[in-house]
């Protein structure tokens, strides 16, 4: 049986999903490149912890995307 079609309300999470993955491999990038210039313990656990909250939400918005973009 095949999947049915987007519906508007998927189409348009869809387009915002792509943006989303964008911005969040973006702040990825930027604190991986922080993490390995910075010396301070407590910033190394914020940057580590702050790290670790972006790479879930990345894998979330991706496997969504997975999953829409198998019916677009």
Known sequence: EKPKKLSYNEQREFSTLEVDIEK??????ALETAL???TEY?????LSSDLDKIKDQLEEKEMRW???????
């Open 42 to 46: 407590d910033k190394l656990q914020k």
């Open 66 to 72: 997975l999953e829409l973009s198998e019916r677009a």
């Open 24 to 29: 969040l491999e973006g702040e990825k990038n």
């Open 36 to 38: 390995t210039k910075e």
